[in-house]
């Protein structure tokens, strides 16, 4: 028996296992990929917003404002880089002004910094904005993550502090009575409560313990086009029009934290939310869209297109319930990501503390390794000296040495498939979409997995894509 089983890892479920892992409580993770962070977190636009834009007295508002602050704590005791960019919301009419004003009220009463600036002021501090901007919003708070990058760090940390992973276990039946009994395909698990972070399948999870609730989530699609690293001197700020009922914070134009400009996204209802492919549709809309932000760059830099799936409550907030011992955190949609620290903190103030009564512990931390491409050429030979595959780039767009990879595959979280190094790494990120690096990354896979490259998977169960000469091809 353990005091807290949760299901899910994604941001959410990782900062939980995080904060969990601060204190003495036992703690397993249930997660039904074979790697973490491989839903909802893994595809959005990766900003901690500042926190002006959810209405007022919801717990988005509450929690993004207080996630933000939590960024700047977690982000450097992780290692975790955290770009603060800076945030533009573009007025170019005398209603969207209107719209300004309102979130110049919601912001005052929330204490994020902001300036108001004129049209040149706009442009100048961002040469490549529409020309029909009037006003703008100035919110130097708002920074950018690599939202995996901060969910390894959390769950390695969390692991690192006593914490059981189980990939590959999705949760399949619970009973109740004096304590949970969390089933998978591989086994039972007992715990004194459960903290449902299920994300997209969060309906599903809360009717496996209450089958008497209704559905509460419906999901829209968001997509997005992305440039190459060297694009980033194209803008210096994540850019907004004003948000909409609607359709949310609408088409944005985000400087990540690598230099890639992305654009989108976005928002389309969907039925199915394991529905995440690109439609021309979906990304022609980004493209009508962007030109009343910005002046849109030419397509032949886009190096790539995404989508991510929002899991939104029919409360429009996120759904954070204790119901006898069994948590629900779902229907969270953004700004979910910049919540994410403060959704854990209020889990556990709320409802963790008062059940289970929790004594702090101090723990040492594990600070993210450092990418390649940002070491000093002493470091870089410090490292080539441990061992020479330190210095055998297998990533030239991205710069990664085989031994990086060969070390993410033994990690407290360990790389399973091609999708995990590339999430942890970032080969096939680049301009050559893997084309140079995929092969080379299958080899090594392969051989530290002490499995055939033709079992290497891309991402879940049956995504091989090597076919042994010989095998049928029906
Ligand atoms: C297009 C888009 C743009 C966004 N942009 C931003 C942004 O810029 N800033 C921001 O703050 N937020 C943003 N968000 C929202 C943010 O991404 C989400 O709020 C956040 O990632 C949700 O995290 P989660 O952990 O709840 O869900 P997930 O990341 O989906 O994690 C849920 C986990 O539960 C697992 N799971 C599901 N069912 C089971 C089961 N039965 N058993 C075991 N495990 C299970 C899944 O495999 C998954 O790993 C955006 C979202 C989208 C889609």
Redesign the pocket.
């Known amino acids: 028996m353990v005091d807290v089983i949760v299901?899910?890892?994604?941001?959410?479920?990782c900062a939980m296992a995080y904060t969990l892992s601060l204190t003495n409580l036992s703690v397993l993770v249930?997660?039904?990929?074979i790697e973490?962070?491989?839903?909802?977190?893994s595809?959005?636009?990766?900003?901690?917003?500042a926190g002006y834009d959810p209405d007022e007295g919801s717990l988005k508002a509450r929690l993004n404002v207080r996630g933000a602050q939590l960024y700047q704590e977690w982000c450097p005791r992780l290692g975790v880089e955290r770009l603060q960019c800076g945030g533009l919301v573009i007025a170019k009419a005398f209603d969207e002004m209107e719209a300004l004003e309102a979130l110049k009220v919601k912001a005052e009463r929330r204490g994020i910094p902001f300036e108001v600036l004129n049209r040149e002021a706009a442009l100048a501090k961002e040469p490549h904005l529409t020309p029909e901007v009037i006003q703008a919003l100035y919110f130097p708070s708002v920074a950018v993550i690599m939202?995996w990058a901060m969910g390894y760090a959390l769950i390695t940390n969390a692991v690192h502090n006593g914490v059981t992973l189980k990939t590959d276990?999705?949760?399949?039946g619970v009973t109740s009575g004096e304590y949970f009994t969390v089933k998978t395909p591989k086994g039972s698990y007992d715990a004194k409560m459960v903290i449902n972070?299920?994300?997209?399948?969060g309906d599903?999870?809360a009717r496996l313990h209450d089958p008497s609730l209704p559905q509460r989530l419906y999901f829209r699609k968001?997509e997005y086009q992305i440039t190459d690293k060297f694009d980033g001197d194209y803008l210096n700020h994540v850019i907004y029009p004003v948000p909409s009922p609607i359709f949310g914070k609408g088409v944005l134009a985000i400087k990540t934290v690598e230099g890639n400009v992305m654009f989108g996204?976005n928002s389309q209802r969907i039925e199915d939310p394991y529905d995440n492919a690109c439609t021309s549709e979906g990304l022609a809309e980004v493209q009508r869209k962007l030109p009343q932000i910005i002046v849109p760059m030419p397509l032949t830099r886009m190096i790539r297109q995404f989508a991510?799936?929002?899991p939104i409550s029919v409360t429009k907030d996120f759904i954070l319930e204790d119901k006898n011992g069994w948590v629900n955190a779902i229907g969270?949609?953004?700004?979910?990501?910049?919540?994410?620290p403060a959704i854990s903190e209020y889990l556990m103030n709320t409802f963790i503390v008062p059940r289970l009564n929790p004594v702090p512990i101090e723990r040492s931390v594990l600070k993210s390794p450092k990418a390649l491409h940002t070491l000093t050429p002493e470091e870089r030979n410090q490292k080539i000296n441990l061992h020479p595959d330190y210095g055998r780039i297998v990533c030239v767009c991205e710069s990664v040495a085989k031994q990086d990879v060969v070390d993410a595959t033994h990690g407290l979280v360990p790389a399973y498939t091609l999708k995990g190094i590339k999430r942890r790494l970032r080969p096939g990120s680049g301009r050559c979409q893997g084309g140079f690096c995929e092969s080379r990354i299958v080899e090594i896979l392969a051989q530290e997995l002490h499995i055939d490259p033709s079992e290497v998977l891309y991402d879940t169960t049956g995504t091989q894509f090597l076919t042994k000469i010989g095998d049928s091809h029906d």
């Open positions: 299901i899910g890892a994604g941001i959410v479920g249930l997660e039904k990929n973490v962070l491989d839903e909802v977190s595809s959005n636009s990766g900003i901690i917003h939202p276990e999705p949760v399949i972070c299920a994300g997209l399948g599903g999870v968001g996204p991510g799936v929002r969270i949609d953004s700004p979910g990501l910049a919540s994410a």
